[in-house]
């Protein structure tokens, strides 16, 4: 058994490319495993050579390491010099306005990002380089603010500490779309070996006036704008108790920061996972909606006797949140913070022409709730690119204002400011919902229940199925395909009534490899695969109507036990 040909001359190529000496090491040590008839070497190697990471829903994202299946200092120099290309051929003045580089604290993250700085400069490109790590949110703002024409961000967002990835922006401060992603995909391609790109070092870039160093006061202004987003900041909180965790990632400067301006001062920050630390020692898996990742925070929140606990993923762009239930805490779901939210800055905001938006995944409650508010509602595609680039179709088109954006998967974005998901500010503005609510004699949950009585209880469920390596991504392919073929007729014994297929563009929305099954009942189903990770998603939903002196518990009981039903039909059908 050896390894097949071409991955063998591919991998001796990327090597003699490669000027990293701890991926060339790694690389070497697997070749020569593989030329010993090592299995596991070989089938590493496979997998490294087979085909390149490409842009997903938030850009591109992989695994540490050598090849171009993984992120390395080869493939990001590669990317940049596409992203440089593009630019100057798409953007007057280009050179001039420059592309804006932040950085989390990953493993390789600073690396990355100076890479990217060098590359750029090498094609005359100026560009302003983070003085530290800091935000997802903080660069996408930062964009927008020094008018660059383009922006980069490179991070992993909330995957585990094998990960890095290279997020990019457009000059409006949105993730990029067609026909830009598809641009600078083709602009990669052409580009040859990246040990033969022109990269200044950075000090000859800094005395060239092309690159530009930012400081301190770049992220004072963003904090100051953040704490202007307050809805009513009459609004008492100094005496809201607060606890807080960025589970070991950049978010603790921003978010403290924040609280303070915006008039939370009593905020206490889980000590062990304050710094930021690549390795992510206290969680399996650096994700708040991972279980036991809120473990510490919510010890932290007892010990307090907390009002609020807030919590960020690694890059701060993700918001989850815990309020108090009995003797204990409620972690809300992703939709419960969307709509809780969209409710109160629906409710305080000016009833203007408005819009609130939400993606296809997310639950069908934003709808109704905007409904019944009067104000306008948009459905995109998943990733926080289509609700950024939503947000501006209807400033532009309607003169309207964006109250809210939300996805499910813990991503909120609050008026113009951000044109991407943004923890810190969602932090923020959740604090003074929780101290609006506590002014009116209510609750958090008190707030939800008012929701749920006002346009229906909506029970929601998400199962993902992990499929790993090229093998499962295959089988992932192959289970979008039998259900896209011959869709069901009835899950759990209620009626499919309309099967959306969105390759097709049906339903208004680009084309993207996701299926809706809506069935009797207001009932929902839908299926995609990852656009970041191998994995294969399906989202249960399921309304009832709430009676007038219905527990709200009782209803839910209800709500599960369809939801149940609903889930482990289709989940027969996918085993």
């Known amino acids: 058994m050896s390894l097949h040909p071409p991955h063998r001359e591919a991998a001796e190529a990327w090597h003699t490319e490669d000027s990293d000496p701890v991926t060339r090491e790694e690389l070497r040590a697997l070749i020569t495993g593989a030329d010993g008839g090592d299995a596991a070497a070989i089938k590493e190697l496979t997998e490294r050579f087979d085909g390149t990471l490409e842009f997903g829903t938030a850009g591109l994202r992989g695994i540490l390491g050598a090849g171009p299946q993984r992120m390395n200092r080869v493939l990001v120099r590669k990317v940049s010099a596409g992203l440089g290309a593009y630019v100057l051929a798409n953007v007057p003045d280009a050179k001039r306005l420059g592309v804006l580089i932040g950085h989390d604290a990953r493993r390789n993250s600073r690396v990355f990002s100076e890479d990217t700085a060098r590359v750029l400069g090498g094609l005359g490109i100026k560009v302003f380089l983070a003085h530290r790590p800091w935000p997802t949110p903080t660069t996408a703002w930062a964009v927008v603010e020094k008018r660059a024409c383009a922006g980069v961000m490179v991070t992993a967002s909330h995957n585990p ?21 598809t641009g600078i995909a083709a602009a990669i391609t052409k580009i040859g070996r990246s040990d033969e790109l022109a990269m200044p070092e950075l000090d000859e870039l800094r005395r060239n006036g092309l690159l530009i160093d930012l400081d301190e006061s770049l992220h004072d202004d963003y904090i100051a704008k953040v704490a202007g987003l307050r809805a009513s900041p009459e609004v008492d909180g100094r005496a809201l ?16 920061a924040g609280l303070e301006r915006a008039g939370f001062p009593q905020f206490h920050t889980e000590p062990s996972q304050r710094e930021p630390d690549p390795e992510f020692p206290t969680v399996a898996f650096p994700n708040p909606e991972e279980k036991g990742a809120m473990d510490r925070v919510l010890a932290l929140a007892a010990e307090k006797q907390a009002d609020l606990v807030l919590a960020n993923d690694p890059d701060a762009d993700r918001l989850c949140v815990a309020v108090p239930e009995g003797a204990g805490y409620r972690v809300l779901t992703g939709d419960q913070i969307g709509v809780l939210l969209a409710d109160y800055l629906l409710e305080t905001s000016p009833r203007d022409k408005r ?86 004699g209510k609750t958090v949950l008190d707030h939800l229940d008012d929701i749920y009585r006002k346009v229906g209880l909506f029970v929601t469920e998400q199962v993902s199925l992990t499929k790993p390596s090229s093998e499962g991504i295959a089988q992932i392919k192959a289970a979008m395909a039998k259900f896209r073929g011959a869709p069901p007729k009835e899950l759990g014994g209620i009626a499919v009534e309309e099967v959306r297929d969105l390759m097709k ?30 994995k294969l998603k399906s989202y249960y939903e399921v309304r009832v109507e709430v009676g007038t002196d219905e527990p709200i518990a009782t209803a839910r009981g209800r709500g599960l036990a369809e939801l149940g039903k609903l889930r482990d039909a289709h989940q027969k059908l996918l085993a």
């Open 241 to 256: 108790v607060i606890v807080y965790t960025p589970l070991h990632g950049v978010g603790a400067r921003s978010v403290e």
């Open 355 to 440: 819009m609130v938006a939400t993606t296809l995944v997310s639950s069908q409650l934003l709808g109704f709730l905007a409904k019944a508010a009067g104000a306008d509602y948009r459905e995109t595609l998943t990733g926080f690119k289509w609700i950024g680039n939503a947000a501006m179709d209807y400033e532009r088109e309607h003169q309207g204002r964006f109250v809210m954006g939300y996805e499910e998967a813990l991503g909120y974005s609050v008026g113009p400011l951000v044109r991407d998901k943004d923890g810190v500010s969602a932090a923020v503005i959740f604090a003074e919902l929780a101290a609006w609510d506590r002014a009116r």
């Open 161 to 181: 500490p094998a990960y890095n990835g290279y997020k990019v922006y457009w000059g409006n401060g949105a993730q990029i779309v067609r026909p830009h992603d």
């Open 505 to 534: 563009s049906e339903g208004g929305l680009p084309p993207s490899d996701v299926l809706v099954f809506r069935l009797a009942g207001g009932r929902r189903v839908i299926m995609r695969p990852s656009g970041t990770e191998p």
